[in-house]
């Protein structure tokens, strides 16, 4: 019931950002304290009782459940940003879209040898995203205990690309 509460909360917004997509909009859900908190301890039921020293969100909607997570969890929360934006040493991974390629990076002292890092995003689409989180950890000498997200878009091959982690998700689409 709790997940049928959230996915009824779920806007769809035809052709946005671009013509033929439905755009999940998450905000109702962001907006409604109750609605965020049941999102928040029905994404934290797949890691309780799970040693975790550090979540990794990634830009920019990972840093919203992430950073609560984190919180919750009582373990440390580092952000995994767009190219350009962390003000110290850092280490990039580039990877594929649709049209083109973009880059995430990692603070260098983000993560230490052997630390059980979870990673949070909103959404699992191609995948391509939380695999470049992921090997930004692990060449950090990071262990990833899993990789949690909000959305994933099913008919896209999100869980392939990200096959030989453990992946969970709240919705399903």
Do not use: W
Request: with cysteine; proline share 5%.
């Amino acid at each position: 019931m709790p997940v049928a509460t959230l996915k009824s909360a779920v806007r769809d917004v035809p052709d946005f950002p671009q013509e033929g997509i439905i755009f999940k909009d998450i905000t109702p859900i962001l907006s409604s304290p109750d609605l965020f908190n049941l999102a928040i301890e029905q994404m934290l039921g797949d890691v309780c009782g799970s040693k975790i020293d550090k979540i990794a969100g990634v830009d920019a909607r990972g840093f919203i459940f992430g950073s609560v997570m984190a919180d919750r969890l009582k373990c440390g929360f580092v952000p995994v940003r767009k190219a350009g934006k962390l003000p110290s040493d850092s280490i990039s991974e580039s990877y594929s879209l649709e049209y083109g390629e973009a880059t995430l990076e990692l603070h260098k002292d983000a993560i230490q040898e052997g630390e059980s890092v979870l990673i949070v995003d909103d959404l699992l689409a191609t995948g391509g995203t939380a695999k470049a989180a992921a090997a930004l950890v692990e060449r950090l000498g990071g262990k990833i205990h899993s990789i949690s997200f909000f959305i994933e878009l099913g008919f896209l091959p999100g869980r392939e690309t990200l096959a030989g982690y453990p992946v969970n998700s709240l919705l399903q689409y």
